[in-house]
């Protein structure tokens, strides 16, 4: 069974562009998490979407956007990049609420953004 | 406050042999997870174990055990027979909330790095 993907594995832009992460989730799982991992700041929430919606969002600036499609996948924007955006970006899927208690994360490979 | 510590920024272990990674955690609720992932230099985050607030039993996944100490707060991930392909990055993380169900974001310590020596 394939796991979650992400592309692209890397990504350069410069301060002022915008950036499209792309996640496929594990199929069967309805729930997409994103995550920053940026460097000495640890792995940070950003967005929880699921069945086409955002449940919740980390602490980050609005420019920091996404949405979930018709067939589970989601893709994050982020508008106006900042040097300190650079960071590996996770993507992370899950059954959501009928994973139960015992739901669980999985996640991507990741893809790393330079902002110059 | 830190919700998730990991106190341990890196570690080193021979190969074969046990070693234990700490994580302490702070939380109010009741009901909560709490996860180990591993995360090589490729950067991918590979799920390991998980532990419930209710459970009797610790959490057991092959080479991997977690110590659940509930009344300290803290989840110890014991990796048993060392192997070199066990180098990697070890993060401890916690969901809280799970009284209705699950899926819910996870936060996570900093990390602690594991070199296993030949």
């Known amino acids: 069974e394939a796991g979650v993907t992400q592309s692209p594995t890397h990504l350069i832009k410069t301060r002022g562009q915008q950036a499209t992460l792309r996640c496929s989730p594990i199929?069967?799982?309805?729930?997409v998490y994103w995550y920053q991992q940026a460097l000495g700041l640890g792995l940070q929430f950003l967005l929880w979407?699921?069945?086409?919606?955002?449940?919740n969002r980390g602490n980050f600036p609005p420019r920091f956007s996404g949405r979930q499609f018709p067939n589970y996948s989601s893709e994050l924007n982020v508008n106006a990049l900042e040097l300190e955006d650079s960071a590996l970006y996770l993507c992370?899927?899950?059954?959501?609420?009928?994973?139960?208690?015992?739901?669980?994360?999985?996640f991507g490979p990741g893809t790393r953004l330079t902002v110059l | 406050a830190q919700k998730i510590t990991q106190t341990q920024p890196g570690m080193f272990v021979q190969e074969k042999e046990a070693v234990t990674l700490d994580c302490t955690y702070d939380t109010s609720d009741p009901s909560y997870g709490l996860f180990w992932y591993k995360q090589p230099s490729s950067g991918e985050m590979i799920f390991l174990i998980y532990q419930g607030s209710y459970d009797q039993q610790n959490a057991t996944e092959g080479r991997y055990s977690l110590n659940f100490q509930k009344a300290r707060k803290s989840a110890n991930l014991v990796i048993s027979a060392s192997q070199l392909g066990d180098s990697a990055m070890y993060f401890c993380a916690m969901r809280e909330g799970q009284t209705q169900g699950g899926s819910e974001k996870l936060v996570f310590g900093k990390g602690t790095k594991l070199t296993v020596n030949p």
């Open positions: 992370a899927s899950s059954l959501g609420d009928r994973g139960g208690t015992t739901d669980t994360q999985y």
């Open positions: 979407y699921d069945e086409g919606e955002e449940r």
């Open positions: 199929s069967g799982h309805t729930s």
